[in-house]
């Protein structure tokens, strides 16, 4: 699948092998986690929910099933 | 068919989500909200073509990575600029305590190249496995594992925190030379 080179950069650090590629605990890891939660945390504009009513709306009429 | 009030309130609840990895992707919140409106739309129309049961998360995050790769091929890469311009306006420092500020952090992370990035945000953040974040990428979970771990070398080079340099230009304009040093 993946050639033996590709892992070559990851040489360095013996002890993230393919396994875990990212390092669960390193600080990376840490960083990316308060900056995708931070920006999950953001609120969400109200155009989001008028969109989905909207397209609701704009459903041919519904069949009850 | 009829779209079902339960998808609704899916998408409701995966817009968090589905921002977040939008700006991850465009590093632009106002192209991200334009991203995840056309993700929002075409989940709608598409409904029927999600299994139920399987993964809505997964299936959402790769339409809106679809809309994002074609609209940056209509757009001709204007702003991409993986190692040339940034570069030079990029000088970060780690802070004096030694603390990862998160501001330097988000510097770092948008000087990735687009599929470095994704990788490394599909599984450090948004708790994808491997195996979906391969399916989302359409590639194959190798090739997720090598960028996730170019991703994490990249990061470490920008932000020095590989514990070996000391702070300072010398060892800065060593990292931006690429210099694998020892």
């Not at chain 2, 049961?53 to 757009?75: C, D, H, P, V």
């Not at chain 2, 000088?91 to 994704?118: C, I, M, N, T, W």
């Not at chain 2, 070398?153 to 010398?170: A, K, V």
Request: proline share 3%; with cysteine.
């Amino acid at each position: 699948m993946n050639k033996k080179d590709d892992q070559v950069s990851g040489a360095t650090q013996q002890r993230t092998s393919t396994a875990d590629p990212l390092g669960t605990n390193s600080e990376i890891a840490r960083k990316l986690k308060q900056y995708y939660d931070e920006l999950v945390a953001d609120e969400v504009p109200d155009r989001f929910a008028d969109l989905l009513s909207q397209l609701e709306k704009a459903e041919p009429a519904r069949k009850k099933d | 068919m009829a779209v079902s009030v339960a998808f609704k309130s899916d998408l409701l609840s995966a817009i968090p989500s589905l921002r977040a990895f939008a700006v991850s992707l465009s590093q632009n919140a106002d192209k991200a909200d334009d991203l995840v409106q056309e993700t929002l739309v075409k989940a709608w129309d598409k409904h029927e073509s999600f299994q139920p049961g399987t993964n809505l998360k997964a299936w959402l995050f790769t339409i809106l990575r679809n809309e994002f790769y074609s609209q940056m091929r209509k757009r001709g890469r204007e702003v991409q600029d993986s190692d040339g311009i940034m570069t030079a306006r990029l000088a970060v420092h780690p802070s004096q305590h030694g603390q990862l500020d998160l501001k330097d952090f988000r510097a770092a992370l948008e000087k990735l190249p687009e599929d470095q990035r994704e990788a490394i945000i599909l599984i450090g953040a948004s708790g994808f496995s491997y195996e979906e974040a391969a399916e989302i990428c359409d590639c194959a979970i190798g090739t997720i594992k090598s960028r996730v771990s170019r991703a994490r070398t990249r990061l470490q080079e920008i932000l020095q925190i590989s514990g070996e340099s000391d702070f300072g230009p010398d060892s800065i304009a060593a990292q931006v030379m690429g210099s694998s040093a020892a």
